[in-house]
T-cell receptor, first 119, second 117 residues
Framework: DTGVSQNPRHKITKRGQNVTFRCDPI?????LYWYRQTLGQGPEFLTY????????KSRLLSDRFSAERPKGSFSTLEIQRTEQGDSAMYLC?????????????????FGPGTRLLVL | AQKVTQAQTEISVVEKEDVTLDCVYE???????LFWYKQPPSGELVFLIR??????QNEISGRYSWNFQKSTSSFNFTITASQVVDSAVYFC??????????????FGQGTELSVKP
């Protein structure tokens, strides 16, 4: 299977602990996105990478959140000093960006998500 | 600012009924893309369709069809002869278009479709 994969699928932690999630995009996809989805809501954008460069961060991404994509392949999302409000599904998506002389938006393909519960 | 509204929170139909999921969007951009995703109980978002703002042709794929109307800023999704396997949450999303860079998706709140046998 060459889809987007995320690990772990589930994470239960105590308030104040640090957690790290991993996302492996579809191979050859140069763009990688992180979203957060709370119960009953649509996903909300957190941050986006083009290769290894982090090009955009949402205001939702507080100082406790950090994301990396060191070699332009997999990405990690770390949450420090977790709070109960961080409980959510964290979704990763990837897309293939091509050089083009027109404005476009590629299709983003999503992974299965990591469900975080902070007690 | 960009916004997507899915006014129908939940819809319940009986198998074989047709059902339409509404999506209304707001954007100041002239070039943008619209998407529909399906999220079954397993949680993974499954891509269904992408449409750019210059292509107002309706699209049909099997039992699925999409009606894009720029005049009313709507991109509605119809399932014909619904089946139990169609039960899921469906999301409409909007993205700006850029030269050589990616863009975030703005999602609606989703419509939960329940198809009963």
């Amino acid at each position: 299977d060459t889809g987007v994969s995320q690990n772990p699928r589930h994470k239960i932690t105590k308030r104040g602990q640090n957690v790290t999630f991993r996302c492996d995009p579809i191979s050859e996809h140069n763009r990688l996105y992180w979203y957060r989805q709370t119960l009953g809501q649509g996903p909300e954008f957190l941050t986006y990478f083009q290769n290894e460069a982090q090009l955009e961060k949402s205001r939702l991404l507080s100082d406790r959140f950090s994301a990396e994509r060191p070699k332009g392949s997999f990405s990690t999302l770390e949450i420090q000093r977790t709070e109960q409000g961080d409980s959510a599904m964290y979704l990763c998506a990837s897309s293939l960006g091509r050089l083009a002389g027109i404005k476009r938006a590629e299709t983003q393909y999503f992974g299965p998500g990591t469900r975080l519960l902070v007690l | 600012a960009q916004k997507v509204t899915q006014a129908q929170t939940e819809i319940s139909v009986v198998e074989k009924e047709d059902v339409t999921l509404d999506c209304v969007y707001e954007t100041r951009d002239t070039t943008y893309y619209l998407f529909w995703y399906k999220q079954p109980p397993s949680g993974e978002l499954v891509f269904l369709i992408r449409r750019n703002s210059f292509d107002e042709q309706n699209e049909i794929s099997g039992r699925y069809s999409w009606n894009f109307q720029k005049s009313t800023s709507s991109f509605n999704f119809t399932i014909t002869a619904s089946q139990v396997v169609d039960s899921a949450v469906y999301f409409c999303a909007l993205s700006e278009a850029y030269y050589n860079q990616g863009g975030k998706l703005i999602f609606g709140q989703g419509t939960e479709l329940s198809v009963k046998p």
